[in-house]
């Protein structure tokens, strides 16, 4: 239902610059989605615990095929290890910070990952590029803080941004040090 709660609202949730009736049809091609291949940043100092490229982007986005590969997923796909969870997670960094948070950054674009394993990166260097590899209904950033870099085993941890804006009521607004919600769209 999230999903089709995103494709229909008109009020900034669509993922395409193409019309939705073409959307939905055809598809839409990547470079005709809004953050393809924009840049991921490192969210801070640390080091490059794992890299995984290699894995290709569906073109075009069409919502029907895409959702249906997301419940096959879903449904069937076991992994145990992060090496054979890089089907679902397509192309992934993790990244330690000192104090032992790791940061995984996933659906990467195939062949944009700008970094490997052991690499010292800093806060705010480009690691790669926004894509839509692995289990991806469109083009889109998976980012999340754990306690363990075992994907399976990890925990999720609280994320604060230093600064964001929101899109709200048709302008981006400044956040300060704060927690976007739920299905918010936001920019950095």
Same mark, same amino acid.
């Given at each position: 239902?999230?999903?089709?709660?995103?494709?229909? #609202? @008109? !009020?900034?949730? !669509?993922?395409? @610059?193409?019309?939705?009736?073409? %959307?939905?049809?055809f598809?839409?091609?990547?470079?005709n989605?809004y953050?393809?291949?924009?840049?991921?940043l490192?969210?801070?100092?640390?080091?490059?615990?794992?890299?995984?490229?290699?894995?290709?982007?569906r073109?075009?986005?069409?919502?029907?095929?895409?959702?249906?590969?997301?419940?096959?997923?879903?449904?069937?796909?076991?992994?145990?290890? #992060? %090496?054979e969870?890089?089907p679902?997670?397509g192309?992934?960094?993790i990244?330690?910070?000192?104090?032992?948070v790791?940061?995984?950054?996933?659906?990467?674009? !195939?062949?944009?990952?700008?970094?490997?394993?052991?690499?010292?990166?800093?806060?705010?260097?480009?690691?790669?590029?926004?894509g839509?590899?692995?289990?991806?209904t469109?083009?889109?950033?998976?980012?999340?803080?754990?306690?363990?870099? #075992?994907?399976?085993?990890?925990?999720?941890?609280?994320?604060?941004?230093k600064?964001? !804006?929101?899109?709200?009521?048709?302008?981006?607004?400044?956040?300060?040090?704060?927690?976007?919600?739920k299905?918010?769209?936001?920019?950095?």
């Open positions: 239902m999230g999903v089709l709660f995103f494709f229909w #609202n @008109k !009020k900034g949730y !669509k993922f395409y @610059k193409t019309p939705v009736l073409t %959307s939905l049809i598809g839409a091609k990547l470079e989605t953050c393809w291949s924009q840049p991921i490192s969210p801070f100092d640390g080091e490059i615990i794992e890299a995984q490229d290699g894995i290709k982007e073109n075009p986005v069409h919502m029907v095929r895409d959702f249906f590969v997301v419940l096959k997923n879903g449904f069937f796909f076991r992994g145990e290890t #992060n %090496s969870l890089h679902v997670l192309n992934f960094i990244i330690k910070r000192d104090n032992g790791y940061c995984l950054l996933a659906h990467a674009r !195939k062949g944009s990952i700008k970094v490997k394993a052991g690499q010292k990166v800093m806060e705010g260097q480009q690691v790669a590029e926004v839509h590899s692995g289990n991806s469109a083009p889109h950033l998976h980012f999340q803080l754990m306690d363990n870099p #075992n994907l399976i085993e990890a925990k999720g941890l609280p994320c604060c941004f600064g964001y !804006k929101v899109y709200s009521q048709g302008a981006w607004e400044p956040v300060e040090n704060g927690i976007p919600g299905r918010v769209r936001i920019f950095s």
